[in-house]
């Protein structure tokens, strides 16, 4: 059965720095999204991308976050200038189409230090 | 403004016995609704979902779930539950004028005992 991919599993990485989370979608989808789970939080909704664009982004999609996807394949987000709050279980998800369900991905465990 | 709520953060249950979790939500209209499952380690796993139509929606691993709009809830069952349904469920709601930013519940942890 097909399924949604993430690397890496694990990332630490100092304060201040740059890091990038990689996805790669089922293949057939067209609809792409990152959550964040902060541990003992709710799931969090920060970006939706379709036709290579952002459809909808959270408050907390702001300018330290950006996403590509930079082939037919992968589906990246990009920390700028990473914070301790920062450190989270981040969500990859992708759907057919609009009103479809999304599928997750096992998540990237970002450690902030 | 939306809100998804699991009143039970955490349900303990023996293994055979019944399992039923609740999820209310506040929305203006009917939203589309899911429940998800996480496993220790693992992603979230889509059990199923509500659209439109009956009510009553059928998942995978023997989980059904009943929609009922005058209650807007979404409780999730399972007639007889097994050691390996043990994990987090989170219910999901997505409104159907935003699609795409799902609103996730606090979850709840089941623990399954022998």
């Known amino acids: 059965e097909p399924e949604v991919t993430q690397t890496p599993s694990h990332q630490v990485t100092q304060m201040g720095q740059e890091v990038i989370l990689r996805c790669v979608p089922i293949?057939?989808?067209?609809?792409f999204y990152w959550y964040r789970q902060i541990l003992g939080q709710k799931v969090e909704f920060l970006v939706s991308f379709y036709n290579n664009e952002i459809s909808e982004k959270s408050e907390i999609f702001d300018d330290q976050f950006s996403v590509e996807r930079p082939d037919g394949s992968n589906f990246t987000l990009k920390i700028r200038s990473t914070k301790l709050e920062d450190s989270a279980m981040y969500f990859c998800a992708s759907s057919e189409g609009m009103d479809r369900a999304q599928y997750f991905g096992p998540g990237t465990r970002l450690t902030v230090l | 403004a939306q809100s998804v709520t699991q009143p039970d953060i955490h349900i303990t249950v023996s293994e055979g016995a019944s399992l039923e979790l609740r999820c209310n939500y506040s929305?203006?209209?009917?939203?589309?609704l899911f429940w998800y499952v996480q496993s220790p380690g693992q992603g979230l796993q889509l059990l199923l979902k509500y659209f439109s139509g009956d009510t009553l929606v059928q998942g995978i691993k023997g989980f059904e779930a009943e929609f009922k709009r005058s209650q807007s809830s979404f409780n999730l069952r399972k007639p007889s539950v097994h050691w390996s349904d043990a994990a987090e469920y989170f219910c999901a709601v997505a409104r159907t004028d935003s699609w795409g930013k799902f609103q996730f519940g606090a979850g709840t942890q089941v623990v399954v005992t022998p």
């Open positions: 929305y203006g209209a009917t939203p589309y």
């Open positions: 293949s057939n989808h067209l609809y």
